[in-house]
């Protein structure tokens, strides 16, 4: 039902708004009750569901860094219009990883620490300071999209000048935390599985993340991308859609090479959890949608590129969570699963996001359509649901 | 470095009386009950294997996992020995409770302000030139304080001695870098719950393998970054030159004839 002259509720808005209230009330939990009552983590599995939702959202925002590099360092500049996109995705993404972390540390408000009382020896000092100084790279990155909108100038030139050696460092920070993840469980070769120990994780977590984040920005052309009006022309999109194909067969590549060399493949050849774990991972995010993006139709395609991405991003999720989850376990004698609150707060965190990025779209210059003449909008198809965002047009930012 | 103290633990002559933990409790103000397992109120505890007991306590590895992992520099290795533990500085990360290869450190998941607990290898005692409470109370000798060189040289003697009552190894002498607590066992260690998948290397060596890279990728990568950007930047900007030289060209033509 729809009253006119009021925003058409979508299933969208009830939904997050529920999960953000009892997201906000599991924190509440969290800080009143301690880590102990909410969650189920222990001395033998101290890290848990939290950690992995870092871990996905950092690689799921490592568009940010690779959307940046390919146009404004490499002068990919046809891809001039996702660059914002990508930025805007990196830079909440990286916020709510920030915000999940400190929700997640035994002394939240100790969170500043790191950056006074440093070890240069700790995988996680060097990460807690390549994600502090990456935020900031990108609220710079990110600062001339609201600046333009409330038409002040001075500061937009400024951040011009120094815009080079800023993109330079953001991907040099971006290369090492992402890769820094997985250098986080170089230390426990006596814990982690060896189907996901290996000395390469830095390696393939940073080969696994530039699939994700491309795909991510290819799911974020296509969902916004409604009303005839597209984001991305499609050649340029199958373009991406080639490079994802081949990261993936990169990381296919040097994952199962790794496998061989350490002697591991035999632990695939019996069904068993964590082989089970491994095929799903693999093949739901690496095998199949690389064989899907080897067809020209796919790539060319609304639907094969949606079902593609999805199952990449999906795939990798796999990844992350066997990382910080399966590959730990100890199956069958000592297992995790998340507390009820431990998942409220990342759903509610999740759909903070959403909200976010869909409130900062609408009210932003993010999108800017390629199409040279927007069709205008008329009544939506039967049958098809009303696009929820339409696209900003230049009009709409010249000061009234 | 003679000052480096230790604690040799023979299996062999261990009654599992239980007078280590006790001492244990009494010195750090643990509540006095009979524990099984390491937990926040017993920093060491006696697990048994057929008829040996073990005391299993935290290590004060001389490469501390633990001290390489924690962001802030909470814990740290004290010249004497000990690996201790500044609560104040600490952010409740639990990297050490992840990494460390022993499972010593236990965590206060109860509070709202938690710490870490584990041994504290006595080190107040030890600045005052006092041995631990637990070697104090030992009655039978299983557990010996001193010098860890002394105490090592002891070990090989004991082994030497009689090589039919002791496997031939000194377990701590080398493993995961070296440690403080050094083992002598009438059993292989393997069949002891000791994990044998720890090797000689220090833990720390693994991180350090990626870590130590860091430099290098800051260098190497803002040099060939900067250069891809000036090489297609040049080659974007010749191809617009190109661009205006053709159309004054076909302009020029035109207004010819």
């Not at chain 1, 939702?53 to 925002?61: E, Q, S, T, V």
């Not at chain 1, 996109?85 to 939240?108: C, E, S």
């Not at chain 1, 095929?279 to 095998?287: H, M, P, Q, S």
């Amino acid at each position: 039902m729809s009253i006119p002259g009021l925003p058409r509720m979508t299933g969208w808005r009830p939904i997050t708004t529920v999960l953000i209230l009892l997201g906000a009330l599991a924190a509440v939990a969290r800080f009143t009750l301690g880590l102990g009552a909410t969650t189920n983590l222990t001395d033998e599995f101290p890290w848990g569901l939290w950690i992995g939702f870092d871990f996905l959202g950092i690689g799921l925002a490592a568009s940010g860094f690779t959307i940046v590099a390919a146009v404004n360092l490499f002068h990919a500049k046809e891809y001039e219009p996702i660059v914002r996109p990508a930025i805007l995705t990196a830079f909440i993404g990286y916020l709510l990883v920030v915000l999940v972390l400190i929700i997640d540390l035994g002394r939240p408000d100790h969170f500043w620490h790191p950056l006074v009382m440093w070890n240069p020896h700790s995988v996680m000092c060097e990460i807690s300071w390549c994600l502090m100084l990456y935020t900031t790279v990108l609220s710079l990155e990110f600062a001339p999209i609201i600046l333009e909108k409330l038409n002040i100038h001075s500061p937009i030139k400024w951040i011009h000048a120094i815009s080079l050696p800023l993109m330079i460092f953001g991907v040099l920070l971006s290369t090492l935390h992402q890769s820094s993840f997985g250098s986080l469980y170089l230390i426990v070769p006596n814990r982690l599985h060896a189907l996901w120990y290996t000395p390469l994780l830095p390696i393939l977590f940073f080969i696994s993340c530039i699939a994700s984040g491309l795909s991510m920005v290819v799911l974020e052309t296509l969902i916004f991308a409604r009303d005839g009006r597209d984001i991305l022309a499609t050649p340029l999109r199958a373009k991406l859609a080639k490079l994802i194909a081949v990261a993936l067969a990169i990381y296919f590549v040097v994952r199962f090479q790794d496998l061989l060399s350490r002697g591991m493949l035999r632990e695939l050849t019996t069904l068993s959890y964590y082989s089970l774990a491994f095929y799903a991972e693999i093949l739901i995010g690496f095998v199949i949608p690389f064989v899907l993006l080897l067809f020209e139709r796919v790539r060319t395609s609304r639907l094969g590129l949606y079902a593609a991405t999805v199952m990449v991003v999906a795939g990798f999720a796999f990844n992350r969570m066997n990382t910080a989850i399966t590959g730990l376990e100890q199956y069958p004698a000592q297992t995790y699963f998340p507390s009820l609150i431990e998942i409220f707060i990342m759903l509610g965190i999740t759909a903070v996001g959403f909200s976010a990025f869909s409130f900062i779209v609408k009210h932003l210059p993010v999108f800017e359509p390629v199409a040279a003449s927007p069709r205008l909008r008329t009544k939506a198809p039967a049958g098809l649901p009303e696009p929820v965002f339409i696209a900003c047009e230049r009009e709409d930012l010249k000061p009234s | 470095m003679n000052q480096k103290k230790a604690m040799l633990i023979d299996l062999t002559l261990c009654v599992g009386c239980n007078a280590c933990q006790s001492a244990c409790k009494e010195e750090n103000h643990l509540p006095p009950k009979e524990e099984k397992y390491l937990s926040l109120t017993a920093y060491t505890a006696l697990s048994k294997y057929n008829d040996l007991y073990i005391r299993r306590m935290c290590q004060h590895c001389d490469v501390p996992t633990c001290v390489s992992v924690c962001p802030v520099g909470a814990l740290t290795k004290l010249e004497a020995g000990p690996v201790a533990y500044d609560e104040d500085k600490c952010i409740g990360c639990r990297y050490c409770l992840q990494a460390c290869p022993f499972h010593v450190p236990k965590y206060e998941w109860s509070s709202t302000k938690p710490r870490i607990q584990k041994c504290k290898f006595c080190a107040s005692r030890l600045a005052k030139g006092l041995q631990t409470a637990c070697s104090e109370a030992c009655p039978t000798g299983a557990t010996k304080f001193g010098d860890r060189d002394e105490l090592l040289n002891e070990a090989a003697r004991r082994i030497a001695t009689e090589p039919g009552k002791y496997v031939p190894r000194i377990y701590g002498k080398e493993d995961v870098g070296g440690t403080s607590m050094l083992y002598v066992s009438p059993v292989p260690f393997e069949q002891l719950g000791f994990d044998p998948r720890l090797g000689k290397t220090p833990m720390p060596m693994l991180t350090m393998s990626a870590l130590s890279k860091v430099p290098n990728v800051l260098s190497v990568g803002g040099v060939m970054l900067g250069g891809i950007w000036w090489i297609t930047n040049r080659r974007s900007e010749v191809q617009a030159f190109e661009a205006s030289q053709k159309e004054e060209q076909t302009r020029q033509h035109e207004d010819k004839p």
